[in-house]
C-alpha cells in the first residue's frame, strides 16, 4: 500500500485505507489539484498538459485497482514492478 501511496502522491509514503464490509476505501492525496484546469486561458501547449494531467487522474482508480488485483493473482504482497 505504502508503494501505491508513494506513486501516486509524488513520493509521499503514506495513505489511508480500510474495510467497511466487504468494500474497500483508499484515501490518497494527489500532489497536483485533482482534475482542474482552465481550457480557456494559456498557450495551446499549456492547455494540452492540463488536459493530459487531468486524463492521468482520471485513470487514477482504475490503476490502483488493476495493481491490487494483479498483486492478488502472482500471489506478491508488493504489487508494485519495476
Known sequence: MTQLAEDFQ?????????????RFYLALRPAERFLKFQATSGTMDHIDEQIRTALRQALIPRRIIDRLVDGAKDGSSNTHSD
Open 10 to 22: 509524488k513520493g509521499r509514503p503514506y495513505c489511508a485505507a480500510g474495510f467497511v464490509g466487504n
